[in-house]
């Protein structure tokens, strides 16, 4: 950055915004009042938003990328349990007045790339300038007419399948705020996990054969509970079946964390479905076939509530709960 | 507010927001991770995105309500520019901890009643705590297919017209910012224009007889430009034609304002747009049957550029400039 270089809007969006268009003509090359959608026939639009803000879920000195990544991750991961693939987002960008090239460089190269692999393009937004950083977007995505996933499908005798390991990110928080110390690899690799949370884009695959999603953002515990809640049926959870990594289990093993917690933290954004469990060789086969780890943990039951190895367990009411 | 009763998310949700959703299916009751659009036949979506913060749209002890009509007036002023009428919007909202339901109430309050007069409801967002208050919004608007408004439409010797009044906001906010001194009733009456700025939503009803349109969000000289600037077209103002209110004109008279300030000051959300002149009495019979003030202004002509009164205006470069 060129010293005393003003970055105003236009120099933002000039350099950095526009190339995250791809051209698309749904924008109006960013000169209009809006954009349009364009909606493929048979298809419904699916709309999400998050919200990420400094201090809050993440950190002042969080890498660029990872804020980039967060507000990526959080979204697909919305669209992805709603049994849509995504299609287009808005960002209104909020930075400090002091915010650099360096900064905007990463921040932008970052969405590219997640653009790219995740096949997604920006349609709009809003710049202003703030004391913290405050990223909020809305994603648009599609899914087939008739096959949205939602939270309340679950029937009794569903398998529950869950995407990924559980829990890393968590640990990464609790590392970050000097909570739990442990050796420098294991450390570096945790704290990747909070600051880089990984997304596994199947919403739209099991969408035909899924009975309900959500994503989790609020805990597993926590969120399985709202698929069931609703319809006042059961869970019931095999423990030994909870896909932790190695690193985890050693930290567990070590009582460095409990396995509890890791149930009832957050932000792991792995996906929590149920599914008849005839369709149980499809999803280990598209498990296999898309290089992704998904893992049959449980069984929706008749009797009300959430279940550890049978034995029931009670969740601390949360006040927390997103408007979607 | 009950003293020490805790404002949760849950239950702000529940008490304020679920009801601005008007039982609408699209949203789930807020139980899903996202909401889906309903789009009628014939028509295209349009989709748009605003934020407002405090210390730079609207101040901390501004009425909840004029926060709320601004996030809304915003948005309603880019979904009519684009031709469009209203359908549903989603809220990102950043609040104090210390929010009180007097607060809540007011804002939420005004919201509905937006909502009832403009016709559409809520559909989801995201609820935060934040230093200062932040609202962002995107908003969902109809619109013919094929009739969706631009700003690159504007012909050679089209009418130029703009609903309204100009320039009442501005005055306002120059009272707030004890900029200029004037009596307590005037005073108040521009104070009021600046918190509630009023949205005419005729965006619709003109799309299929405008060439161009813009809300005048950043002032009418710089609107203007931005409707002929990329056709390299010019357009020709008559001073006497601007329509101010016998107020501002009064102000000007006693050289308390200036005239050109008032077409360079913005936040009139008014809509500026460009006809051709066969449809003149159309628009004249559509703003007597609306009860809408619009007024033709001038006439876009082949020399590019601004001239007021034939005399060539320039427009001080702005760094301003939004991805719409």
Redesign the interface.
Known sequence: MKKNK?I????I?DKY?RNLNNNQNE??D????????K?PKKK????????I?ES?DFFKNDPPESIANKIITYNL???S??G?YPYAY???I?LPKNTNDIWLKKFTKKLFFLQKKYNFFL??????????I?I?S????F?PKGK?L???GARINDDIWVTGTIGESSIGLKIKQKEIKINNVDKKYFLQKYLFPKHFSIGNKINNIATSA??ISDGFYGDLE?LIN?KKIGASINSSLIPLSLKTKQLIRNKIINFNYLLSAGDDYELLFTSNSKNSSIITRLAKNNNIKITKVGTIIEEKGLYLDGKKIKIINK??????
């Open positions: 003003k105003t809007e236009k120099y969006i915004l924008s109006f960013f000169k209009n009042d809006g954009a349009y959608l909606i419904q639009i699916i709309v999400t938003n998050d919200t803000l809050v991961s919305d669209i349990s709603m849509a808005t960002l209104s909020c349609i709009g937004g809003d710049l202003s300038i703030s004391h913290k405050i909020s809305n994603f648009f995505g899914v949205i939602t939270r309340t959500i994503d709202n609703e006040s927390f709960q997103h408007i979607f």
